[in-house]
């Protein structure tokens, strides 16, 4: 077993990342990783920074908004410092965990950009570039998908739309004028975001070379969690009781597992974006592999991020 170092991960606040967090910490002497904790200042970081510290775990809380591209690079910033002073093991794995499905596709991130896509995406794609230098390999980008990005039987009897892709230009775009009633647009924007981060995934494996193993990770569906939090309160009351089903995915249970991509042998030789639906390697639809679309939103983001608050967008 590779000896667990440091895992950074984003998110930690609630839900999977919480769980997934715990579940890291709650490992035996010995397999138990230091953490990096990154996730917006307040109570709920404070919390589970003490239960994390309260299972024998080395942890250390980086307040950051992941919606303020400046936020993400004074983060990375502390992150490194941490790890050169040796306050930290090194670095072994980062977890991108942190998202949201804006419910108002017009809301900006800090930096002008769509706020689904600046969250989930631009932010981590900042986040990971400012650290590329500071892993110790062999070490593990997780990144975390959603099947939302491809529909299927199911998604479409519960209206989750698929990802409707444009130039990565556009989807930094915030809408403009009239947003159309329910969730379309939102939903959209989430499963946009989340087949940019398959793409990523696979441009950002061939990129690192081979001390940096890249995957990705979906916990199933975990209705009830607070990426709905925007929706209509009737949709996350019907969100909720379907997560009472029995069998139905929760943070809870996918957290560990979601813990084990970063640290777990079994997936020590994952790479290449590869696709683990909970525990399941599972192949991604050939919409998701597609080297071009790849090669120009690595492009697009690089100038995003270069950029940032220059873009006029709207
Ligand atoms: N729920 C599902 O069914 C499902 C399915 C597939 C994939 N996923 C993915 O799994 C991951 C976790 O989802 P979840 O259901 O646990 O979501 P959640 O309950 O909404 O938790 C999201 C986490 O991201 C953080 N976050 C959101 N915006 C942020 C910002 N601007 N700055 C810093 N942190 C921010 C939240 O922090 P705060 O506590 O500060 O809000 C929270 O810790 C996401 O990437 C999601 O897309 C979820």
């Not at 040796?86 to 942190?98: E, I, S, T, Y």
Request: with cysteine; proline share 6%.
């Amino acid at each position: 077993m590779t000896e667990p170092g440091t895992v950074l991960i984003t998110g930690p606040t609630r839900n999977l990342g919480r769980h997934a967090a715990l579940s890291m910490a709650g490992r035996p002497d010995g397999h138990r990783p230091d953490l990096l904790l990154v996730g917006r200042a307040g109570r709920d970081l404070t919390a589970v920074a003490e239960e994390t510290r309260a299972l024998g775990a080395r942890v250390h809380e980086i307040g950051c908004d992941l919606a303020s591209l400046a936020d993400v690079r004074a983060a990375a910033a502390t992150a490194r410092d941490a790890l050169a002073a040796g306050a930290v093991r090194p670095l072994r794995a980062l977890v991108a965990n942190a998202g949201t499905m804006s419910p108002d596709t017009r809301r900006a991130s800090a930096d002008g950009y769509e706020m689904t896509f600046a969250v989930n995406y631009l932010a981590h794609a900042q986040l990971i570039g400012d650290l590329l230098g500071s892993f110790t390999a062999p070490a593990r980008v997780v990144l975390l998908g959603s099947n939302t990005y491809h529909a299927n039987f199911w998604r479409k009897l519960l209206h989750v739309p698929e990802a409707d892709w444009a130039d990565p230009f556009e989807l930094a775009r915030p809408a403009t004028g009239e947003q159309a009633p329910g969730m379309a647009a939102s939903g959209i924007a989430y499963s946009n975001a989340k087949l940019a981060i398959l793409y990523y995934a696979h441009e950002l494996q061939r990129r690192v070379g081979a001390g940096i193993n890249v995957s990705v990770f979906e916990p199933g569906w975990m209705p009830g969690t607070a990426l709905g939090r925007g929706a209509p309160k009737a949709l996350q009351a019907i969100s909720r009781a379907l997560g009472r089903i029995p069998g139905a995915s929760t943070p809870l249970r996918s957290g560990p597992l979601l813990a084990a991509m970063a640290l777990d042998d079994t997936w020590a030789e994952l790479r290449d974006g590869a696709f683990v639906l909970k525990t399941k390697l599972t192949e991604v639809q050939p919409i998701a592999h597609n080297p071009s679309r790849e090669h120009h939103l690595w492009e697009a983001t690089a100038n995003l991020l270069k950029h940032a608050g220059e873009h006029n967008l709207s």
